[in-house]
């Protein structure tokens, strides 16, 4: 082939290619910072000069680049057409001081100083972090046009792992799962409130600084509520749900339902089950591209667990989980046929006790705002204590399955939409994996959840940061410096809140003393 040619394709000739390998790159884009450090594998370069004829055959003129920082968010640069090449030999540089920082964008550490305090080399002076994009993860973005969207991991300038790379951490996790055999499935329900917005154009209130977002949107309500499903209701959202169905599958998410939940403004959408990385990759995408299309529309999405107007149902994250043994293809949580006394495998009772022994550790990760333990209320269809039952919504931990269903699975009801997908799945992974290796025996199901005399779930952000903080299953599995970094950034965000003097506060205190 012609060197010259912009999508040469230079698979193996028994793959359908022309030439020696999948790596489909002109003499000028080779030998740069991702080559040489050999962060793509033969499949990312398949995908890259997909990537390319795409965007020759779309007219695409931007691409963003993004990565998840460590409160789930996409943060990074849109690229112009002309810049996209370079960046997918050399990466792109980002501030590293993005990974020190809470959610109101205050630095948590000393990222000006030689020793940040963070416990890792590569980040004083607040210096660069390289990004290393993903072409598989390469979308088409169908609400901006010719636009491009795709994920990256990031790095050191030397090559080194970044450790609180979050989506790397999760890869790890797995690597380490299939190590013992297994791969993990999860399928994802997540809820959310739309209102409609109701301000003009930004005004100065709006206005925040690191530490002190300035004031929230003014918005509507979108549903009356406490009409669970009811079709009517969700067709005078019909606007809006016809523009998520549109924009999610044509991003390739593999959306399965988008419903009417309970509470006023409150909806909920579904995924199909799939590979776990895959799924925290797709929830990512989902809840950005939920909010972008909701905005666009007039709409105000927010994945916030209780926002003030609709405190009579908070939103959850509902994650479905199950294992797959890698020899035999066969359910890891399914039991045997003969053992009708179970719903679970002793591998699924292991992997269960792990999740419930390491629940308020977990819960850092699964709920990580101050927000969300506001959600956890009795009889709420939230739980409220560390327990399990079989198929019962109340529990924390719902078991679904039994002997011949492949299907068997367990659903943590715990966790609020707002968390990083991929440290909320690696908790439990990390959770149900010490369950396995340590054998530990499950306790007893509840058939009363929420009058259970079981421990209750942490009831704030600090109660879970502190369990964090000693876990020595997180700590083996995360290491220390991740977990330190972890809980430093939460406690910081805590605190915050706890300094702030709320409208409960003047109300109940002001007049009164």
């Keep these: 082939m012609r060197e010259s040619m912009r999508n040469a394709d230079e698979r193996k000739v028994a793959e359908g290619g022309?030439?020696?390998?999948?790596?489909?790159?002109?003499?000028?884009?080779?030998?740069?910072?991702?080559?040489?450090?050999?962060?793509?594998?033969?499949?990312?370069?398949?995908?890259?000069?997909?990537?390319?004829?795409?965007?020759?055959?779309?007219?695409?003129?931007?691409?963003?680049?993004?990565?998840?920082?460590?409160?789930?968010?996409?943060?990074?640069?849109?690229?112009?057409?002309?810049?996209?090449?370079?960046?997918?030999?050399?990466?792109?540089?980002?501030?590293?001081?993005l990974l020190l920082k809470d959610t109101s964008g205050?630095?948590?550490?000393?990222?000006?100083?030689?020793?940040?305090?963070?416990?890792?080399?590569?980040?004083?002076?607040?210096?660069?972090?390289?990004?290393?994009?993903?072409?598989?993860?390469?979308?088409?973005?169908?609400?901006?046009?010719?636009?491009?969207?795709?994920?990256?991991?990031?790095?050191?300038?030397?090559?080194?792992?970044?450790?609180?790379?979050?989506?790397?951490?999760?890869?790890s996790q797995l690597d380490t799962l299939a190590e013992r055999g297994y791969r993990m499935t999860?399928?994802?329900?997540?809820?959310?409130?739309?209102?409609?917005?109701?301000?003009?154009?930004?005004?100065?209130?709006?206005?925040?600084?690191?530490?002190?977002?300035?004031?929230?949107?003014?918005?509507?309500?979108?549903?009356?509520?406490?009409?669970?499903?009811?079709?009517?209701?969700?067709?005078?959202?019909?606007?809006?749900?016809?523009q998520l169905h549109l924009g999610l599958t044509s991003l390739d998410l593999p959306l399965r339902s988008l419903e009417l939940e309970f509470g006023p403004s409150q909806l909920e959408l579904t995924?199909?089950?799939?590979?776990?990385?895959?799924?925290?990759?797709?929830?990512?995408?989902?809840?950005?591209?939920?909010?972008?299309?909701?905005?666009?529309?007039?709409y105000h999405a927010t994945?916030?667990?209780?926002?003030?107007?609709?405190?009579?149902?908070?939103?959850?994250?509902?994650?479905?989980?199950?294992?797959?043994?890698i020899h035999t293809d066969r359910a890891a949580f399914m039991p045997d046929a003969d053992d009708t006394s179970d719903v679970l495998s002793v591998t699924g009772r292991s992997w269960l006790e792990g999740i419930l022994r390491h629940a308020s550790a977990a819960a850092a990760f699964a709920t990580p705002t101050v927000n969300g333990y506001k959600r956890y209320q009795p009889y709420s269809l939230?739980?409220?204590?560390?327990?399990?039952?079989?198929?019962?919504?109340?529990?924390?931990?719902?078991?679904?399955?039994?002997?011949?269903?492949?299907?068997?699975?367990?659903e943590n009801r715990s966790g609020e939409p707002a968390a990083n997908p991929y440290l909320y799945i690696a908790s439990q992974l990390v959770s149900g994996l010490d369950g396995i290796t340590n054998r530990l025996e499950l306790r007893a199901p509840t058939t009363d959840p929420y009058a259970a005399d079981a421990p209750p779930?942490?009831?704030?952000?600090?109660?879970?940061?502190?369990?964090?903080?000693?876990?020595?299953?997180f700590r083996s599995a995360f290491g220390d410096v991740v977990v330190d970094w972890y809980v430093h950034l939460k406690r910081t965000e805590y605190e915050r809140y706890l300094r702030h003097v709320s409208d409960w506060e003047q109300r109940e205190y002001f007049g009164m003393f």
């Design 186 to 242: 999860v399928g994802a329900e997540l809820e959310f409130h739309v209102f409609r917005r109701a301000e003009e154009p930004m005004d100065q209130g709006r206005i925040g600084r690191p530490g002190a977002p300035g004031l929230a949107a003014a918005v509507t309500p979108t549903t009356c509520g406490a009409q669970l499903l009811h079709e009517e209701s969700l067709d005078g959202l019909d606007d809006l749900v016809q």
């Design 18 to 97: 022309g030439g020696s390998s999948a790596r489909p790159m002109l003499a000028k884009d080779r030998g740069g910072f991702i080559e040489r450090h050999g962060f793509w594998t033969e499949a990312h370069y398949a995908a890259a000069a997909q990537m390319r004829r795409v965007i020759d055959e779309l007219g695409i003129e931007m691409v963003r680049f993004g990565f998840v920082d460590q409160h789930g968010l996409i943060r990074g640069k849109t690229l112009t057409r002309s810049s996209v090449s370079a960046a997918m030999r050399s990466g792109i540089t980002a501030p590293s001081s």
């Design 457 to 473: 779930l942490p009831r704030s952000l600090g109660e879970a940061v502190s369990a964090l903080e000693t876990d020595q299953a």
């Design 382 to 410: 939230a739980p409220d204590r560390v327990a399990w039952g079989i198929d019962n919504k109340g529990a924390m931990v719902r078991a679904v399955g039994g002997p011949g269903d492949t299907a068997t699975r367990l």
């Design 303 to 325: 994945f916030m667990s209780r926002p003030q107007g609709a405190e009579t149902a908070s939103t959850g994250w509902h994650l479905h989980q199950s294992l797959t043994n």
């Design 106 to 171: 205050m630095s948590a550490f000393s990222v000006f100083a030689a020793e940040t305090g963070v416990g890792v080399s590569g980040f004083s002076g607040a210096g660069d972090i390289v990004l290393v994009p993903d072409p598989t993860s390469f979308r088409v973005v169908p609400w901006a046009a010719r636009t491009g969207w795709l994920l990256c991991d990031v790095v050191f300038p030397d090559g080194t792992a970044v450790p609180f790379c979050s989506r790397t951490l999760l890869r």
């Design 271 to 298: 995924m199909e089950a799939d590979d776990a990385a895959a799924t925290a990759d797709a929830v990512v995408v989902c809840r950005s591209a939920v909010r972008q299309i909701a905005r666009r529309l007039g």
